[in-house]
């Protein structure tokens, strides 16, 4: 199993700033990315951005310009600093590994959560 700890979330006023960690241990071999999701009130969970192993990145539209992921692959810890939050912003916050065939772990951590006031 692949054990994710996330850790950083809180609440922040729109506008401000927050920055989420990830550690990832336990059964990672092959991993060729990490990334982070949330899940938002009532929505499904969505993919936020994902760092290849090279330092490829992918963002997703809503928080392209405003969010940016770091990953450490010696210690497979990967960071999402968030900038200009808003209200939509708010969700539970998770990260995830990535194998070379492109597919995501199916272990999840408990997530961190983000709770942004306007």
């Known amino acids: 199993q692949v054990q994710l700890v996330e850790s950083g979330g809180g609440l922040v006023q729109a506008g401000g700033s927050l920055r989420l960690s990830c550690a990832a241990s336990?059964?990672?071999?092959?991993?060729?990315?990490m990334g982070w999701f949330r899940r938002g009130p009532g929505k499904q969970r969505e993919l936020v951005a994902r760092?290849?192993?090279?330092?490829?990145?992918n963002y997703a539209d809503s928080v392209k310009g405003r969010f940016t992921i770091s990953r450490d692959n010696a210690k497979n810890l990967v960071s999402l600093q968030m900038n200009s939050l808003k209200s939509e912003d708010t969700a539970v916050y998770y990260c995830?590994?990535?194998?070379?065939?492109?597919?995501?772990?199916?272990?999840w951590g408990q997530g961190t959560q983000v709770t942004v006031s306007s």
């Open positions: 760092i290849t192993t090279g330092g490829s990145t």
């Open positions: 336990g059964s990672i071999l092959n991993i060729d990315a």
């Open positions: 995830n590994v990535q194998n070379n065939y492109g597919r995501w772990s199916i272990y």
